[in-house]
């Protein structure tokens, strides 16, 4: 079945790049997202891309797409301690009102 | 806007209990969404909504009941609490047409002892 693998943990120094990886199955994706919880709160979205894009730049973020391998990858420049929250992958395929969800990656930001 | 707002925001239920979660958007989505969150495990979907009057079934329903009577209120409905429906339950609407966005609540901690 469908299914969304991201690592659990990165742990970066403030100011370094930060790099979020994940991998899905559903070669029907059409749009694949990026959420960001912060520590008591709910889900808001960081960014997207859709499968026709390869690369997709906003600011200190840059999402890279791969759809040969499957592999989605998220690159934060410049990482602020604000940074630090739980980063949850979803792709949507096809019609699918439902996402399938990542665990999430836990990044901590070190002074 | 106040997006979406869920209440409680914590509750302590005992075994056997029952309880109603709320959540409400202003935002006149038609899509919205219940999801638990264990620790770990990443959102698991409970049920949703296409609309008023239409509910579906998601990954982990049993144990819970929703009803979709206007367009902005979604409660979830827990009939008769067990320790594991310990979770923090998440609403989320989301928009129509192009990338979809889910916006989501804060968020209610429920403890079932």
């Known amino acids: 079945g469908e299914d969304v693998e991201q690592s659990l943990f990165l742990s970066v120094r403030e100011g370094d790049s930060s790099v979020i990886n994940c991998t899905y199955t559903?070669?029907?994706?059409?749009?694949l997202y990026w959420y960001k919880q912060e520590p008591g709160a709910g889900l808001q979205l960081l960014t997207y891309?859709?499968?026709n894009m390869d690369m997709k730049q906003d600011q200190r973020l840059t999402v890279l797409l791969n759809k040969k391998d499957k592999h989605l990858s998220l690159r934060i420049a410049d990482t602020q301690t604000g940074d630090s929250a739980i980063y949850f992958c979803?792709?949507?395929?096809?019609?699918?009102?439902?996402?399938?969800w990542g665990l999430g990656t836990s990044l901590a930001v070190n002074p | 806007n106040a997006g979406v707002t869920q209440t409680p925001k914590f509750r302590i239920l005992k075994i056997g209990q029952s309880m109603t979660l709320q959540c409400t958007q202003d935002?006149?989505?038609?899509?919205m969404y219940w999801y638990r969150q264990d620790p770990g495990m990443g959102l698991k979907l409970i049920y949703y909504?296409?609309?008023?009057?239409?509910?579906d079934k998601g990954e982990v329903p049993n144990g819970y009941n929703v009803s979709r009577s206007t367009t902005e209120d979604f409660p979830l409905r827990l009939e008769l609490a067990a320790p594991s429906q310990t979770s923090v339950y998440f609403c989320?609407?989301?928009?129509?047409?192009?990338?979809?966005?889910?916006?989501f609540g804060p968020g209610t901690r429920l403890t079932v002892l």
């Open positions: 559903d070669s029907s994706s059409t749009y």
């Open positions: 979803a792709e949507r395929a096809g019609n699918n009102r439902k996402l399938i």
């Open positions: 909504s296409v609309g008023a009057g239409i509910t």
């Open positions: 989320a609407s989301e928009t129509s047409g192009g990338y979809n966005e889910q916006f």
């Open positions: 935002m006149n989505h038609n899509y």
């Open positions: 891309i859709f499968s």
